[in-house]
């Protein structure tokens, strides 16, 4: 069975970076696509980033897009999420997923989630 365990996360003061880890265990994290959601308290959960199974292209939320750079290791079977400039609004739990479409910008397209991390963007 896959696994996903999210690392990376904390307080940061606003305008600073941050990168999160997915790690996968199970197969191999080239076999599905991996996604990045975060959400907020009393807010639906909202995609951020998708890197493709196979070939690895990436897709981004046009709300994050400038800001954030999703990458994967397939030597240490991991997902990073490089996120930006960040800001007070971008506090949320976020989550890695896995799914098996190509194109997967619902959280619908993705059956296994990690538990999620908190990242605090501090004004």
């Known amino acids: 069975q896959v696994q996903l365990d999210e690392s990376g996360g904390g307080l940061v003061q606003a305008g600073g970076s941050l990168t999160l880890s997915c790690a996968v265990s199970g197969d191999t994290v080239a076999a599905y696509t991996i996604g990045w959601f975060r959400q907020a308290p009393g807010k639906e959960r909202e995609f951020v980033a998708y890197?493709?199974?196979?070939?690895?292209?990436?897709y981004y939320s046009d709300s994050m897009k400038h800001r954030v750079t999703i990458s994967r290791d397939n030597a240490k079977n991991t997902v990073d999420l490089q996120m930006n400039s960040l800001k007070p609004e971008d506090t949320a739990v976020y989550y890695c997923?896995?799914?098996?479409?190509?194109?997967?910008?619902?959280?619908?397209?993705?059956?296994?989630w990690g538990q999620g991390i908190q990242v605090t963007v501090s004004s």
């Open positions: 890197v493709a199974r196979a070939g690895g292209s990436q």
């Open positions: 997923a896995k799914s098996n479409y190509l194109y997967a910008t619902t959280h619908e397209r993705y059956d296994y």
